[in-house]
């Protein structure tokens, strides 16, 4: 039978406090099992789940904003660092990738988030929604976003306010991401009525998706990444050059993985994955922007 240990014998193992202990049942972490009233660890599922971090610390999970070029970057670390590491990303866009940091559910977060209030990105966002923890936020690189429109433009849209009350077909981005709260704040900032706003025809997840819906005549327009229009012959009217940060947690700056990823953002890895890729600037990747460490 497995032996069940109860929260003195695990925060022993662990070498924890008692108030650790609970604070990783209350996160989801630990295995555990609640009998009458009160938690106990199968000791085999606790030595499983030891032996999980361990390996899980060789490797690193980001979330974030959909971006082609963070993805080209992450499979390059891990081509080159199989099988001593590996990189994993999940797409869920600039607020649910720090809305997982805060929940421990990745290690670093890549955000494009712009404060309606001040114009300013990712900083004031980040500052605010992850409380009083210690944070680096780093430059990975600079953007263009824009309006995505069929070659021609044969609406002869040339801004966010040539959209309005036209009965356009336009693309939304996913709640949460960095580019759905763009647009909110370019139709704030263009003075949109109620009746202005363009019609919504689909809400997608990625900036290619976007790029795709317009290629295939379903909207006729949407906000998006310079690069996604480029390979499919659309074309790009650019509204604003975004920065692109990544969030890591003050504790994680110093590990050996960690520091081996950022060693990535030199300009001598970057080049090998930034050709014929229009709309990205390098030049500031690596730059830390804000820490409290």
């Known amino acids: 039978m497995n032996e069940m240990l109860t929260t003195r014998e695990l925060s022993e193992l662990l070498r924890l406090n008692e108030k650790k202990v609970y604070q990783l049942v209350r996160d989801g972490n630990v295995p555990r099992v609640r009998i009458a009233g009160k938690w106990l660890f199968p000791r085999s599922h606790v030595m499983r789940w030891i032996d999980e971090n361990v390996e899980r610390e060789r490797d690193i999970f980001f979330a974030g904003s959909d971006d082609v070029l ?64 210690q944070l680096t936020v780093i430059t990975l690189w600079h953007r263009k976003q824009g309006i995505i429109v069929r070659r021609g433009n044969p609406l002869g849209i040339r801004s966010v306010r040539d959209m309005a009350g036209r009965n356009v077909r336009f693309v939304a981005r996913n709640r949460g991401s960095g580019t759905k709260l763009l647009a909110d704040y370019l139709f704030r900032e263009a003075g949109f009525t109620e009746g202005e706003y363009p019609r919504e025809v689909a809400v997608v997840d990625s900036h290619m998706e976007t790029a795709m819906k317009v290629f295939f005549e379903e909207a006729d327009c949407g906000l998006g990444i310079e690069y996604v229009a480029r390979p499919l012959g659309l074309d790009f009217i650019p509204l604003k050059d975004e920065r692109f940060d990544l969030v890591v947690p003050g504790g994680l700056m110093s590990t050996a993985p960690m520091r081996r990823f950022l060693n990535y953002l030199e300009p001598s890895s970057l080049s090998r994955i930034t050709g014929n890729m229009p709309g990205y600037d390098v030049q500031e990747a690596g730059k830390i922007v804000y820490s409290d460490i």
């Open 70 to 133: 963070f993805s080209r970057l992450l499979a390059l670390y891990s081509r080159e660092n199989l099988p001593e590491a590996i990189a994993f990303y999940a797409p869920v866009g600039s607020a649910g990738g720090v809305e997982a940091l805060f929940h421990g559910k990745c290690q670093a977060c890549c955000v494009h988030i712009l404060d309606l209030a001040t114009g300013e990105y990712n900083i004031p966002y980040v500052k605010s929604h992850l409380g009083d923890r």
